[in-house]
């Protein structure tokens, strides 16, 4: 085999090692171009973001500036008396404000120059002072609520109760009363009936029938119908008239409301206990009943004369735990399977000596929405028993289809929506045997 010469080998390596050369720079060349071309994109991408930041910082600025625009705009605009009414029913009462009554007059109902207290004198949750009641049978305004709540110091922030619990103890303070006309009559029975302050028909309805009856088995019988107050001047003005015309009106500062009924009814024990606790028994009756007053008085006349609440007695009751129920109590308001005894809110007596009790009580029970059940708890609380009447059926709370025989054997019952309280009573009354 014939070698090739050196030169010949020679020049091929040369070649070859020359080519290698070119071929290492020219990947350098281009690696280096890559990179500067990945710097510039990188520069071009950074300088995008500094420009989207700073538009996006400018325009963060104009809606920040925008916003206090609107909000200055809004606050300058709005007038917040004409909303709060929708907001608190506590604003309610002090956007409507009181309208000045008449100064009182002897024998004449009393109105008292008041402003309503302000929410936070409202909600305190101290008990009622007897002598702010008492003091309002002079007819001597009371003080501001700056003066009553704020001797030295800021007003107390309002806290609500929440739904299921009321404002109660709280200063309320009576803005209608009869102060004195308690005294006048010298009653046996007092009868009370809560009603709203819109609700004239009812109101007069029962002063023709079973309220009209002064004197009852040689009884002195007095009634008088307790209300808060609604919004509308025109009402306020029907209500004074009703009253110099009536004399039967006991009106507080409270929102009068179905979910103040506990209010309603505690204002109406603070009054019993003030201004007419010379009677011997008191009863609270709703506006939608029929009432024999002849046989609730015979009833009393062997009944307690203290520490006695009787009705319609309801015990071991359940607490209704389903949301959908309109007398829903969680568990963390109330946290007991069942209730103590209590009548039921349709229309209950008791002996004279129980409203500064139920009072005292309230200090120590919160205020549950429910109004008889919550009756109840203070009974419980001062550990005075419920009692049962002396038969069953004298209360009904389901509606007991008319009859004078059946009537006349029954206290209390509940009527139909389309029964007439007028046309009733005067059947009942007429002459002759009713059996």
């Known amino acids: 085999m014939k070698l090739p010469d050196r030169p010949r080998l020679l020049s091929v390596f040369t070649r070859y090692v020359w080519r290698k050369t070119v071929r290492q720079q020219q990947g350098r060349e281009d690696k280096d171009t890559a990179k500067d071309w990945d710097t510039k994109s990188l520069e071009m991408e950074d300088d995008g973001k500094s420009l989207d930041s700073r538009a996006c910082c400018s325009r963060r600025r104009i809606l920040f500036f925008l916003l206090l625009f609107v909000c200055g705009l809004f606050f300058y605009?709005?007038?917040?008396?004409?909303?709060?009414?929708?907001?608190?029913?506590?604003?309610?009462?002090?956007?409507?404000?009181?309208?000045?009554?008449?100064?009182?007059?002897?024998?004449?109902?009393?109105?008292?120059?008041?402003?309503?207290?302000?929410?936070?004198?409202?909600?305190?949750?101290?008990?009622?002072?007897?002598?702010?009641?008492?003091?309002?049978?002079?007819?001597?305004?009371?003080?501001?609520?700056?003066?009553?709540?704020?001797?030295?110091?800021?007003?107390?922030?309002?806290?609500?109760?929440?739904?299921?619990?009321?404002?109660?103890?709280?200063?309320?303070?009576?803005?209608?009363?009869?102060?004195?006309?308690?005294?006048?009559?010298?009653?046996?029975?007092?009868?009370?009936?809560?009603?709203?302050?819109?609700?004239?028909?009812?109101r007069d309805a029962i002063r023709r029938t079973?309220?009209?009856?002064?004197?009852?088995?040689?009884?002195?019988?007095?009634?008088?119908?307790?209300?808060?107050?609604?919004?509308?001047?025109?009402?306020?003005?029907?209500?004074?008239?009703?009253?110099?015309?009536?004399?039967?009106?006991?009106?507080?500062?409270?929102?009068?409301?179905?979910?103040?009924?506990?209010?309603?009814?505690?204002?109406?024990?603070?009054?019993?206990?003030?201004?007419?606790?010379?009677?011997?028994?008191?009863?609270?009756?709703?506006?939608?009943?029929?009432?024999?007053?002849a046989k609730l008085v015979s009833m009393l006349t062997d009944a307690p004369r203290t520490a006695y609440l009787s009705g319609l007695v309801e015990r071991a009751a359940g607490v209704l735990r389903q949301r959908s129920s309109k007398w829903f109590v969680p568990v963390q308001v109330y946290p007991r399977a069942a209730y103590p005894p209590y009548a039921l809110g349709l229309g209950y007596v008791f002996s004279m000596d129980l409203p500064r009790k139920l009072v005292a009580a309230s200090r120590h029970v919160k205020a549950l929405y429910i109004e008889d059940v919550y009756v109840g708890m203070c009974m419980e609380h001062l550990g005075i028993p419920l009692t049962n009447p002396p038969q069953g059926g004298y209360f009904h709370v389901f509606p007991v289809m008319y009859s004078r025989c059946a009537y006349a054997n029954l206290i209390a019952t509940t009527l139909q929506e389309h029964d007439d309280l007028v046309t009733i009573w005067t059947d009942f009354e007429r002459p002759g045997s009713k059996c």
């Not at 702010?132 to 806290?159: C, F, H, K, L």
């Not at 404002?167 to 046996?188: G, K, T």
């Not at 409301?257 to 505690?266: A, E, F, S």
Request: proline share 9%; hydrophobic share 40%.
């Open 77 to 202: 605009v709005t007038d917040f008396s004409a909303v709060a009414p929708y907001w608190s029913p506590h604003w309610s009462l002090e956007s409507n404000g009181s309208t000045p009554w008449p100064s009182p007059v002897a024998h004449k109902p009393v109105y008292l120059n008041l402003t309503v207290a302000q929410t936070a004198a409202l909600n305190t949750h101290r008990p009622t002072k007897m002598a702010d009641i008492r003091s309002s049978t002079t007819g001597t305004p009371y003080p501001s609520s700056e003066t009553q709540q704020n001797p030295g110091g800021p007003a107390v922030p309002y806290v609500s109760p929440g739904p299921y619990l009321v404002e109660y103890p709280a200063q309320y303070h009576f803005i209608i009363n009869e102060p004195v006309r308690c005294q006048d009559l010298r009653p046996f029975l007092v009868l009370m009936v809560p009603v709203a302050p819109n609700n004239r028909k009812h």
């Open 210 to 293: 079973w309220g009209g009856q002064t004197m009852v088995l040689d009884k002195a019988v007095a009634l008088f119908f307790i209300l808060g107050r609604q919004t509308g001047v025109q009402l306020e003005d029907q209500l004074l008239q009703e009253s110099r015309d009536h004399r039967d009106l006991i009106q507080a500062d409270f929102l009068d409301c179905y979910k103040n009924l506990t209010i309603k009814t505690m204002v109406m024990m603070e009054w019993l206990d003030a201004h007419c606790s010379g009677a011997s028994y008191a009863m609270k009756i709703d506006s939608d009943m029929f009432l024999n007053v």
